[in-house]
Nanobody
Framework: QVQLVESGGGLVQPGGSLRLSCAAS????????MGWYRQAPGKERELVAV???????RYADSVKGRFTISRDGAKITVYLQMNSLKPEDTAVYYC?????????WGQGTQVTVSS
């Protein structure tokens, strides 16, 4: 059984920063990617950022230059540093772990950007 535990969400003013964390535990092998997705009310879930086992990264155009994804391989933890947050970044953020066996999702953490 694989578990993903996310933390770090909350309420922040526009222009502020938050750091999300996602810690994976359980029977994990052959990790392909770890990443972050988000879903705003009334919208489909979308990719925010992903990092491969080799450290390559990919970002949504809307967050390039503002968000940074990183990974602690020893702890199987992925981070999302979010700077210069905008109201349109408001969403539930989900962590996703893709392994050779299956993809796994976290429970989500709410990020609200509002003054």
């Amino acid at each position: 059984q694989v578990q993903l535990v996310e933390s770090g969400g909350g309420l922040v003013q526009p222009g502020g920063s938050l750091r999300l964390s996602c810690a994976a535990s359980g029977s994990i092998s052959s990790i392909y990617t770890m990443g972050w997705y988000r879903q705003a009310p009334g919208k489909e879930r979308e990719l925010v950022a992903v990092i491969t086992g080799g450290g390559d990264t990919r970002y949504a155009d809307s967050v390039k230059g503002r968000f940074t994804i990183s990974r602690d391989g020893a702890k199987i933890t992925v981070y999302l540093q979010m700077n210069s947050l905008k109201p349109e970044d408001t969403a539930v953020y989900y962590c996703k772990l893709v392994t050779m066996r299956a993809p796994f999702w976290g429970q989500g953490t709410q990020v609200t950007v509002s003054s």
